[in-house]
């Protein structure tokens, strides 16, 4: 099973991230990602979910036109975990190109 992060960790980890904010009521990170346009949007879900298949990692997400809106959580662990962390900073690495 995975673990999900303690206190502490989550409390070294959360600052590390670029623009990802806490959701306490599910234990997840939220970001919002906004694109040129449509194309620019779904080329990123494109290569987000192909690095979330390898990861077997996958987000909740939602795209209108040419924003993405994606949630992280680690279900079987309840709530963060270091999953959590290492896929938001490959989502990172996609948007920034």
């Given amino acids: 099973m995975i673990a999900k ?3 502490g960790e989550r409390s070294d980890l959360l600052p590390t991230l670029d623009g990802w904010a806490h959701e306490p009521q599910r234990d997840a990170l939220t970001k919002r990602f906004t694109f040129d346009d449509f194309v620019g ?3 990123f879900m ?7 298949e390898k ?3 996958h987000p909740e997400w939602s795209n209108v036109y040419n924003r993405v809106d994606i949630l992280l959580t680690t279900h079987d662990a309840g709530g963060l975990s ?3 962390i290492e896929m938001a900073r490959q989502i990172d690495a996609v948007a920034k190109g």
Avoid: E, M, S, Y
């Fill in 41 to 43: 949007a779904f080329g």
């Fill in 46 to 52: 494109t290569q987000v979910a192909l690095l979330a």
């Fill in 82 to 84: 270091q999953r959590d």
């Fill in 5 to 7: 992060l303690t206190d």
């Fill in 55 to 57: 990861a077997d990692h």
